[in-house]
C-alpha cells in the first residue's frame, strides 16, 4: 500500500493567488490582518501554507509571517488550520486498516534515549508504532544519531519498506523525508533564524503536523520542564501541553501529554553509544529506575489509548511485563535487522548479556574525582551536556560531524553518597582532554551533608487527559 499525497486547490504566484472558497487574496494584505491582530481564516491560513511550500511566499515575507504569529499568536482555530494545512503539504502515510497505529513525541532532554526502548516495547503489545524521529542539534546526537551508532542502522526507508518493518517488527524508527510536512521543513529553519522559535502556535503545528501526517491512532506526548529543558518552568510547560494534547484531539489522533522533570539527565549516560547501551540494558529489564520509569509511564499511556490495556495503569503493568520478558527486546532485534543491522551484531546486542564491543568505544576513559564527601543532590544536565558536545557528542551545526562513542556517563546519581577522591563520573574520549573540562565537570555537581537524607522524586509530575 502506497503513501498518499492531498492535493494541493489552488494556485499562488506573485505573493498572491486563490484560495479554495474561489476568494484572491495578496500574500501582503493575509501579513497586514495578522499583524494587526486579525484572525485569519481557515481557508487563508491554508493558502499561507501552500505559498510556503511553492516557495510564493518569499523569505521575507515567511519571516514577517513568523514574527506576526510570534507576536500576536493565533486562535485555537487557527492553529488547527495551520497544522491540518501542514499535514496536507506533502506526503500522508497510509496502513492497513486494522493497524492500530501509535507514537511518542518528546521535546527533548539530556540523555533521552526514552524512544528506543519504549517502540520496541509497543511493538511487543501488538500495536505498530511508525515512529519519525530527528537528529540532535547541540549537546548531543538526536534518536537518530544513536540508532546510527549500531553498525549497518539505515534511518532512511521508503513507504513500501517502513510497511514490510512494521509488519515483521511491529515499529521502525526513521527520519523526516522531504516528502513529509515540506512546509515544515521551509518554516522549521526559518524559525531559528528569526528568533520565532517558542512560538507556541508553531510549535504546536509543527509537532502535531508530523504526527498525523503518520496516520496514528494514538499519540502521548512528554513534555519536559526544569533546568535541562526548552521549558523552564511546570507552568509553561503545562500551557504547551495542554495545547498539544487539544489540537492533536482535533486532529483525529487520541492524545495525551505527560509532564516530565528534567533538571538532571535522564539515566547515566549522555553520547550516542553510551545511551545506545542503556537503552538495551532497559530492554532487558535493567538499567537506570528513572528511564524504565519514564518508559512504563509513557507505554502504559499509549497502550490504553491504543485499546491494548484498559487503564493507564494496565498499561504499564503490560509495558513492564515486555520488558521483563524479553519480548520487548525481540522486538528490537527484529527493528535492527529490517533497518539493516547484520544478524550477528543484531543478536549480540540483543541478548541477556549484550556485546558492548560491538559499539564503537572511546579510546580514553577518564574518571572524575569527587574534591569533597556528601551525597548527591544535583547533577546540572546543561553543564554534562556542554561538556559532552566538547567531546564530539553533538554538533553545533547542521550537517557537522558526529563521534558516536564520546560522552559522559554518571557513576553516582542524585540521592548516592560519594566519598572524597571517589569517581563520580566517567569522560569517555578519543582526545586529550583540556583543563576547563574536569572543572567543568566539577561545576555540575552539588553535594549536600553526607548526613542527609535524601529522597530521589519521580520523573513523572503530572499528566493532561
Known amino acids: 500500500m502506497s503513501a498518499i499525497m492531498e492535493p494541493n486547490t489552488g494556485k499562488s504566484s506573485g505573493g498572491g493567488g486563490v484560495g479554495t472558497s474561489g476568494e484572491a487574496w495578496r500574500v501582503a494584505d493575509l501579513l497586514e490582518k495578522k499583524c494587526t491582530g486579525g484572525e485569519l481564516t481557515e481557508d487563508q491560513v491554508a493558502f499561507l501554507v501552500r505559498c510556503i511550500t511553492d516557495h510564493s511566499i518569499d523569505d521575507c515575507q515567511l519571516g514577517a509571517l513568523l514574527m506576526a504569529v510570534r507576536l500576536r499568536g493565533m486562535t485555537e482555530t487557527e492553529t488547527v488550520a495551520l497544522t491540518t494545512a501542514m499535514k496536507g503539504s506533502g506526503l500522508v502515510l497510509t496502513w492497513p486498516q486494522e493497524w492500530v497505529t501509535v507514537d511518542k513525541h518528546s521535546t527533548g532532554g539530556v540523555g533521552d534515549k526514552v524512544s528506543l526502548p519504549l517502540a520496541p516495547a509497543l511493538a511487543a503489545l501488538g500495536l505498530k508504532v511508525p515512529m519519525i524521529s530527528g537528529r540532535g542539534l547541540a549537546h548531543t546526537g538526536g534518536t537518530l544519531d544513536k540508532l546510527e551508532s549500531i553498525p549497518g542502522f539505515r534511518v ?23 516528502d513529509i510536512v515540506p512546509a515544515d521543513r521551509r518554516m522549521y529553519a526559518a524559525r531559528d533564524v528569526t528568533a520565532t522559535v517558542n512560538s507556541f502556535p508553531l510549535i504546536v503545528s ?5 504526527k498525523a501526517a503518520e496516520s496514528l491512532k494514538a499519540l502521548v506526548l512528554d513534555v519536559k520542564f526544569g ?239
Open 227 to 465: 533546568k535541562g529543558a526548552f521549558m523552564q518552568t511546570r507552568e509553561v510547560a503545562e500551557e504547551l501541553a495542554g495545547q498539544l494534547v487539544e489540537v492533536g484531539k482535533r486532529m483525529g489522533m487520541s492524545t495525551t501529554a505527560v509532564l516530565t522533570h528534567m533538571d538532571t539527565p535522564i539515566g547515566k549516560t549522555i553520547g550516542n553509544a553510551l545511551e545506545v547501551r542503556e537503552a538495551i540494558e532497559c530492554l532487558n529489564g535493567r538499567g537506570p529506575a528513572d528511564l524504565r520509569e519514564l518508559v512504563v509511564q509513557l507505554g502504559g499511556e499509549v497502550a490504553c489509548s491504543g485499546g491494548v490495556a484498559m487503564t493507564t495503569g494496565e498499561g504499564r503493568q503490560a509495558i513492564e511485563r515486555v520488558l521483563d520478558d524479553g519480548s520487548a527486546l525481540q522486538a528490537f532485534y527484529r527493528m535492527l535487522i529490517m533497518q539493516g543491522v547484520e544478524d550477528e551484531v543484531a543478536r549480540g546486542l540483543c541478548s541477556d548479556e549484550p556485546k558492548f564491543s560491538l559499539l564503537p568505544t572511546a579510546a580514553s576513559v577518564t574518571p572524575v574525582l569527587a574534591h569533597t564527601s556528601g551525597v548527591v543532590v544535583g547533577v546540572d544536565a546543561m553543564s554534562l551536556a556542554t561538556v559532552s558536545l566538547s567531546l564530539g557528542a553533538g554538533r553545533a551545526h547542521v550537517g557537522a560531524p558526529i563521534n558516536y562513542a564520546v560522552g559522559v556517563v554518571l557513576l553516582k546519581v542524585v540521592g548516592e553518597s560519594v566519598e572524597e577522591g571517589e569517581a563520580w563520573a566517567e569522560l569517555h574520549h578519543d582526545h586529550p582532554l583540556p583543563k576547563t573540562t574536569l572543572s567543568d565537570m566539577q561545576r555540575a555537581l552539588t553535594l549536600g551533608p553526607s548526613q542527609q537524607h535524601f529522597t530521589v522524586s519521580s520523573r513523572v509530575a503530572s499528566r493532561i487527559p
Open 156 to 178: 532512511s526507508m521508503t513507504k513500501d519498506e517502513m510497511t514490510d518493518a512494521l509488519r515483521e517488527a511491529g515499529c521502525c524508527i526513521v527520519g523526516q523525508t522531504a
Open 206 to 210: 509543527s509537532i502535531i503536523s508530523k
